[in-house]
């Protein structure tokens, strides 16, 4: 199945996001800088984590929690899993070293 939505981004022309969905396969593309640029993109974030964007302009809502569930019970989902969880585990471990850091000036200068 092919899946297609239409979102107002910043530019002029809305972005096209196109999900297309087999047995086998999870694709998605957005024409967007970043899509462009072949990074993962908020746009295509929204979708596969089942949010309906507030910019959407075209494209059958009901969809998405259709794409979403396709997209987590898929191969790319479990390494977007993964990546979540260590996106999760970095932001903790920057917390910890902003902690230290303030520890060890409150040493040095007591």
Same mark, same amino acid.
């Given at each position: ?6 979102? &107002? @981004? ?7 996001? &196109?999900?297309?969905i ?7 593309? /957005?024409? /967007?800088?970043?899509? $462009?640029? @072949?990074? $993962? /993109? ?7 984590e089942g949010q309906?964007?507030? *910019? $959407?302009?075209? @494209?059958?809502?009901?969809?998405? %929690?259709?794409i ?7 191969e %790319?989902?479990? %390494?977007? *899993? ?19 850091k303030?520890q %060890? ?6």
């Amino acid at each position: 199945m092919i899946y297609t939505f239409s979102i &107002q @981004g910043s530019s002029e022309e809305p972005y096209t996001l &196109q999900f297309s969905i087999t047995e086998k396969s999870f694709k998605a593309e /957005c024409n /967007c800088p970043a899509g $462009l640029m @072949g990074t $993962l /993109c908020k746009h295509i974030i929204w979708i596969i984590e089942g949010q309906i964007p507030s *910019n $959407l302009i075209d @494209g059958d809502i009901s969809k998405i %929690v259709e794409i979403s569930k396709a997209f987590h019970s898929s191969e %790319v989902g479990d %390494v977007y *899993n993964h990546y979540k969880e260590l996106e999760k585990e970095i932001e903790k471990l920057k917390k910890e070293l902003k902690n230290r850091k303030k520890q %060890v000036a409150r040493l040095l200068y007591e």
